[in-house]
């Protein structure tokens, strides 16, 4: 576990039991605050840190973009001295189509087409990297109509699977009348309440999604760093 001697006091939380007293819908939080070092952060490098509105087509599909200036695609350039495995996260919203994403015109993954507020990742093998200069590019797929936002481009110098495994916790969502698991989707957001991918992997009774997590079980087991977790069973509420 990640040291935390930085981290705000609270209650050491390695297992949840939610308890439902009958079937509607509810909202449980649980605040899990951070477990990661200062080394790790130190090996965040913040690429971008703008607002990008992206566009396909001409006319704007969102008021907002009317008064930003918009770019077809987005390229920008960093520099790496060694060849190491490396990940690169970013937030988008509104993707309804197909992007892709390049490093040094080799593909490396595509946006998730969910118009929702997200948190993404993508891992970035030795051999795509270029000592010096690298080339990093976002650009549609195909010519259908779509607005996108793009922020906070951030270079990790770690792994996908590492950076993604820096503590866990494991939950048990519980009927209080029958003492037994219920299915359950949970939620997880960061501190800006976007969604935040996790390192969780789908399996027999979980179907994941960034930053979605359904459990046909009622058990999680799901790798998280300072994320809240929003807890619901039945029709989605806003909080």
């Not at 195909?142 to 503590?167: F, M, Q, W």
């Not at 037994?180 to 979980?206: C, F, M, S, W």
Request: proline share 4%.
């Amino acid at each position: 576990m990640a040291d935390q001697k930085n981290c705000p006091k609270t209650t050491n939380l390695t297992r949840g039991e939610i308890r439902f007293t009958e079937i509607k819908t509810l909202v449980i939080l649980l605040l899990i605050f951070c477990a990661m070092s200062e080394k790790a952060i130190s090996q965040n490098r913040i690429l971008d840190s703008s607002t990008h509105y992206l566009r396909i087509g001409e006319q704007p599909e969102w008021d907002e973009f009317a008064n930003h200036t918009v770019q077809k695609e987005l390229t920008l350039s960093f520099e790496v001295s060694d060849q190491t495995e490396r990940t690169i996260s970013l937030r988008q919203s509104d993707v309804k189509q197909n992007w892709t994403v390049l490093l040094n015109d080799q593909k490396i993954g595509s946006l998730a087409t969910d118009g929702n507020d997200m948190r993404v990742y993508f891992k970035i093998l030795p051999e795509r990297i270029k000592l010096g200069e690298n080339k990093l590019t976002i650009r549609p797929a195909a010519n259908i109509g779509d607005d996108i936002v793009i922020s906070e481009i951030t270079l990790h110098e770690r792994p996908l699977n590492k950076l993604l495994d820096e503590a866990y916790i494991d939950i048990e969502i519980i009927d209080e009348k029958t003492h037994r698991p219920v299915p359950a989707k949970i939620t997880i957001v960061d501190a800006k309440r976007t969604l935040q991918t996790t390192g969780t992997l789908p399996a027999k009774h979980l179907a994941i999604r960034p930053g979605t997590v359904y459990t046909g079980t009622g058990r999680i087991f799901a790798d998280d760093t300072s994320r809240k977790i929003y807890h619901f069973r039945g029709e989605r509420i806003r909080v």
